[in-house]
C-alpha cells in the first residue's frame, strides 16, 4: 500500500510560479512511476506529467514548457514546478503511483491517489 500527500497549492496570479509536492510513503517508491493529474469544476480529470522509474518524463500538449515534472528518491518526492501559470490551470491537483514504472498517461492505470491540492489562478 502506498499513500501520497500533495502540497505546495495555493493562489498565485496569471504568470505566476508555484511547485507541488508529493510525499510518499513505502519503500518501493523509487520503482514507481509517478503522475500528476488535474481536474477542474464540471471536467474530467486530465493528465498532466509523468515520471517514469528511469526518470523519463510525458507532458501533456496544455503544459509542455511550461511544467517540470521531477522526483527525489531519497525523500520519497515527486514534484510538479509551474511556471507561466494560466487561469487555466486552475484545478485541484493529485498525484498518483503507477507500480509498473511506466510513463503511463491514462488515470485508469494509476493505483494510488493522493488527496489533492488546490491551484487558483487569478488573472
Known amino acids: 500500500q502506498v499513500q501520497l500527500v500533495e502540497s505546495g497549492g495555493g493562489l498565485v496570479q496569471a504568470g505566476g510560479s508555484l511547485r507541488l509536492s508529493c510525499a510518499a510513503s513505502?519503500?518501493?517508491?523509487?520503482?514507481?512511476?509517478m503522475g500528476w493529474f488535474r481536474q477542474a469544476p464540471g471536467k474530467e480529470r486530465e493528465f498532466v506529467a509523468v515520471?517514469?522509474?528511469?526518470?523519463?518524463?510525458t507532458y501533456a500538449d496544455s503544459v509542455k514548457g511550461r511544467f517540470t515534472i521531477s522526483r527525489d528518491n531519497a525523500k520519497n518526492t515527486v514534484y510538479l514546478q509551474m511556471n507561466s501559470l494560466k487561469p487555466e490551470d486552475t484545478a485541484v491537483y493529485y498525484c498518483a503511483a503507477d507500480p509498473t514504472g511506466w510513463l503511463i498517461s491514462r488515470a485508469a492505470e494509476y493505483d494510488y491517489w493522493g488527496q489533492g491540492t488546490q491551484v487558483t489562478v487569478s488573472s
Open positions: 513505502g519503500r518501493t517508491f523509487s520503482t514507481y512511476a
Open positions: 515520471i517514469s522509474s528511469g526518470g523519463r518524463t
